[in-house]
């Protein structure tokens, strides 16, 4: 079964400060899907990346960076500089692999618990 | 504006009355499922569909149905709704397996009293 785990409950830092939301994860599946979610206190879901199990080139965007590590199965998220509208609860999520007529697809994401960040001003 | 849309966004009943939460898609996807979302669990998925009129069970399908009429179309059916299953719902489809990402609507608040 797949699983993914997000040990932070909750994080507090101070406006520009580093931060580092943790995530570990469990499959069988030789190819598989991780993904990143930002949820605002508007509640909605916003999706902030997706990397491939074949694919562990770490990746930057602005302030964030993405750090896959398959050796042990982890795909942690960094905030240099945080700011205050990143306060927000992050979700790592796992997509398994589902078989239908035409092929192979990609359809259930398993979540996280969830990381709620708070950055102060 | 690709999209998935929900409605009611926000639904506040009673034990015991049937309701169904709407979710339709204009991206023409095959995928499409239901989660909630708890504190401390994170979004769980409910149902989901491969396509039209095959549907199957998620991680917590119990008081929930689902039906697949139409490609665009994959309402949220809770015929005796109770307390517990007060949360935050979430809709997304997803299209072939060369387009890996999910998209969600915007979510609805449902209070079951």
């Known amino acids: 079964a797949q699983k993914v785990t997000q040990a932070q409950t909750e994080i507090s830092v101070v406006e520009k400060e580093d931060v580092t939301l943790d995530c570990v994860y469990e499959t069988r599946d030789t190819t598989y899907y991780l993904f990143w979610y930002k949820q605002p206190p508007s509640g909605e879901l916003v999706f902030l990346i997706r990397?491939?199990?074949?694919?562990?080139q770490n990746e930057i965007s602005g302030r964030y960076s993405w750090n896959f590590q398959k050796s042990t199965s982890s795909f942690n998220f960094t905030i240099t500089a945080s700011q205050v509208v990143d306060s927000a609860v992050y979700f790592c999520?796992?997509?398994?692999?589902?078989?239908?007529?035409?092929?192979?697809?990609?359809?259930?994401?398993?979540f996280g618990q969830g990381t709620i960040l708070t950055v102060h001003p | 504006e690709a999209q998935v849309t929900q409605n009611p966004r926000y639904l506040i009943t009673v034990t015991g009355k049937k309701l169904t939460v709407t979710c339709s898609q204009n991206m023409n996807h095959e995928y499409m499922s239901w989660y909630r979302q708890d504190p401390g669990l994170g979004l769980r998925q409910i149902y989901y569909s491969m396509n039209v009129e095959v549907t199957d069970k998620g991680d917590v399908p119990e008081g929930y149905k689902v039906s697949r009429k139409e490609k665009r179309n994959f309402p949220l059916i809770l015929e005796s709704p109770s307390p517990n299953q007060t949360s935050l719902y979430f809709c997304?489809?997803?299209?072939?397996?060369?387009?890996?990402?999910?998209?969600f609507g915007p979510g609805t608040r449902l209070t079951v009293t």
């Open positions: 999520a796992l997509s398994e692999a589902m078989a239908n007529a035409g092929g192979t697809s990609y359809g259930k994401l398993t």
């Open positions: 990397r491939n199990s074949f694919d562990e």
């Open positions: 997304a489809s997803q299209g072939r397996a060369s387009q890996r990402e999910q998209y």
